[in-house]
């Protein structure tokens, strides 16, 4: 058995998903097991570097976690030849730009969602990327949800039939920092830092829904600021000048139509912070963030409309839960276990590339637009 280092730049992990997600999770989880495991028995073993603007926190994540090595300069990181994959998951405005900069400097690269504020700008680096004989790849976690993969197992069943419409429920509360301090950070509302939900999930829901129930033809989406002003960080009041909440509907390939409200001001009521039910002609499904729930024509009640009486049916009784029949890794490090097998030559195609995520900013711009004229936007087939 042979032992292949793979040096990765790491660019961003300070904040709370690179720290949680992709380092404590994903590359310190799989160094810890001893790397990820090839076809010919061989093992590929990340080699990070962290890299961001403030060395204490950097030398403090790295001894907190078993990585040896940090650094300020990026420019220097991307001319070092032994680190061959540059990975970022900073803010969202700068990303196109550092992935324009790894490309010209050789490395291969794989890097948090969206890839660019704009669809130009995406495009340009898918382009840049395919140009140079790269490998590229953006992080669509939510594929690789248990919830989401029992949901997938459930759909290429034949359960449901044909699939008539989805109905998604993302997000929850997030404090506005008076009462108690918010669980966002607050560039997440402003424009300026390129916040906003639309730009942030609508770019999860392109991939979700291309990958699951078919491809997205066209979006109608209202945006909305529900809490216009917000606290700060440092305890001073902000003026949130984005959506923090939307409301789309998608039109798919082949019929299906999808409506998903997305709100980071809304108090949870249902099974998970994320749900996705899916009706069927012959079955429907219900799917979180871990769990599946499905209930067959067969087995679904004939209720009666009659408001004069309580309700006699236990609606939730009649749903039989999706086993987990295998176990199911964290999201974020199955993805990246994928992507450095790929990076490692076992695999000659890794589908969720850049190209992948133009289509996710593509979905986003086009929601956004929708919203400012108010009328569906149709979503043309991207041109590589």
Known sequence: MAVRRIGIIMNGVTGRMGTNQHLIRSIAAIRADGGVRLANGDQVMPDPVLVGRNREKLEALARAHGVERVSTDLDACLADPKDELFFDAATTQLRAGLIER????????????????????????????????????????????????????????????????????????????????????SWNYKAAEGGGIILDMLCHWRYVLDNLFGEVESVSCLGATHIPERIGEDGR??????????????????????????????????????????????????????????????????PVWNPDIPQAIDFFGGWQEVPSTQDYPNGFRVQWEIFLRHLAGESASFPWDLFAGAKGVQLAEAGLRSWRERRWIDIPTLEG
């Open 102 to 185: 790894a490309i010209a400097a050789g490395k291969h690269v794989y890097v948090e969602k969206p890839t660019a504020d704009r669809l130009e700008d995406a495009l340009k680096v898918a382009r840049l990327a395919r140009a140079a004989g790269i490998k590229h790849g953006v992080v669509q976690d939510k594929l690789f949800l248990s919830g989401l993969r029992k949901l997938k197992m459930v759909i290429d069943s034949g359960f449901l039939g044909r699939i008539c419409a989805v109905k998604g429920e993302f997000g929850y509360w997030v404090f506005e920092g008076d009462l108690q301090p918010a669980q966002r950070p």
């Open 237 to 302: 009041p902000y003026k949130a000048d984005v959506d923090d909440a939307a409301y789309a509907t998608f039109q798919l390939r082949g019929g299906v139509i999808a409506h998903i409200n997305s709100s980071w001001v809304t108090r949870v009521r249902r099974d998970d912070l994320a749900t996705f039910q899916v009706d069927g002609t012959h079955g429907s499904a219900v799917a979180g963030l871990q769990r599946c729930w499905t209930q067959s024509r067969v087995n679904t009640p004939k």
